[in-house]
């Protein structure tokens, strides 16, 4: 294992255990070894808690990046849908129409389903 490769984000370790490889070796990883043992959580359910944690503006790209760092290989069509999918919970509210652009509901309706 190289230490200076997992510093510098060059490969990435397995949070369940040692594994150490590219991002998507560690997904594929995560999918075949630990799947039997742990429950994989889906992308909608780690976005929402993402957005929860962390507020702020959201789009596509942020998205993205946030199911990536869960471990996920989200599709832009799929990320999109499901922030779609957040706003009309009433996770998220519509900032802007054009790029589209999320924002965390205020906390009081954040909970809250129409």
Known sequence: MSVRAVAERVWEK?????????????????????TATEP???QRADLEKTVR?????????RGLRALRDAGHAPQDKHTHATLR????EGVLEKVEDWPVRYRLADASRA???P
Do not use: F, Q
């Open 14 to 34: 397995c949070p369940a255990c040692d594994y150490v490889g590219a991002h998507a070796s560690v997904t594929n990883h995560r999918k075949k070894i630990h």
């Open 40 to 42: 994989i959580s889906t």
């Open 111 to 113: 909970g809250a389903r």
């Open 53 to 61: 944690a962390m507020g702020g503006s959201w789009d596509t790209e």
């Open 85 to 88: 999918a957040l706003a009309s």
